[in-house]
């Protein structure tokens, strides 16, 4: 979710229901060597708590440091240890899901940070199945979490080599959760409402759902969510309803861009939340030449001219 879940747009998902929210993940040494950008793309508001600081690293010392200093500056509600990012960049430094490779170094990386948070901030973690499929290591990944006093582990249920091609294996997310003593939230190949009442039907034993690529450009996937697991309505957005949280991302994002920086900055984000409406490839066009908050707003009056009756 790096590039993506910014403040404005967790607000967003806060907003439409989300229960608890993540930081999108920043390595630990960036933290304690880098400028203030990589503080500035984890702080919060107060209203999106309970909120977690994801960390990424390969090095326990400076992943138990970096995570203390979070606990000091910005209190979060829990730390979350990222074991499962497939991106080269990341495994490439041996973090992320290559530490599925090293099972001694993530059972340190997680002693250490439980250790540095000593009790007053909650440790969680998220993983893959393992590095492929020759290599299924979840289980052990979910022992030495346990062990080193992890309080829950988000599965994502592919390996590292599948990236995000093929179905998440749920039955072995489920299986993790009935052997876990600790919650198991399942992760990969949630879309909708429909995924969430089908993976709480037939594996009653996982905690809950974590969904990240799927409410990208659509943060309305979690009160859609929230309305199918209540047994209400589930009710699509209309096109003015979309088009008024596309301006309100944007105009909580430009808070958060430098002055020198144009609009379309917020390009990529811009071009998510358009997905499903009518004539996207003129909108997309459009928001290249993006240059104010009022730019945007003339799109959006002159979309919604030619397209609601």
């Known amino acids: ?59 326990a010392d400076s992943m138990a440091e970096a995570a203390r200093r979070v606990g000091e500056r910005l209190k979060p509600d829990f730390i979350d240890l990222n074991f ?38 909650p440790v969680t973690a998220k993983t893959r199945l393992g590095w492929d499929s020759a290599h299924i290591v979840v289980e052990e990944v979910l022992q030495r979490v346990q062990d080193a006093g992890v309080a829950a582990l988000a599965i994502h249920g592919r390996t590292r080599a599948q990236r995000y091609q093929g179905g998440a294996n749920w039955p072995l997310i489920g299986e993790m959760a009935q052997k876990a003593r600790i919650p198991v939230v399942a992760n990969g190949s949630i879309a909708g409402a429909a995924d969430i009442l089908r993976l709480r039907a037939n594996h009653p034993a996982v905690a809950g759902a974590m969904i990240g690529r ?23 957005p209309d096109l003015s309803e979309r088009w008024g949280v596309l301006v309100r991302y944007a105009e909580l994002a430009s808070a958060d861009i430098p002055r020198e920086r144009p609009l379309r ?22 928001f290249n030449a993006l240059g104010t908050l009022d730019d945007l707003r003339a799109i959006a009056q002159a979309h919604l001219a030619r397209h609601v009756l």
Do not use: N
Request: aromatic share 8%; glycine share 10%; charged share 20%.
């Open 265 to 286: 900055a917020l390009h990529s984000a811009l071009v998510k939340l358009t997905v499903g409406m009518p004539d996207v490839r003129a909108l997309r066009v459009a």
């Open 214 to 236: 799927a409410a990208i450009g659509y943060p309305w996937i979690f009160s859609e969510i929230k309305a199918a697991l209540a047994g209400e309505p589930v009710q699509k």
């Open 84 to 121: 499962g990012c497939p991106s080269p960049r990341v495994t490439g430094s041996c973090a992320g899901s290559a530490l599925l490779c090293d099972l001694p170094r993530l059972g340190a990386i997680a002693q250490a940070v439980v250790r540095a948070m000593d009790g007053a901030i």
């Open 1 to 59: 979710m790096a590039g993506f879940t910014d403040r404005a747009f967790r607000t967003l998902a806060k907003e439409r229901g989300a229960d608890v929210l993540v930081s999108e993940f920043v390595h630990a040494r960036a933290l304690l060597h880098g400028g203030e950008f990589s503080w500035q793309s984890i702080a919060f508001d107060s209203a999106q708590r309970p909120f977690g600081v994801q960390l990424f690293g390969d090095d």
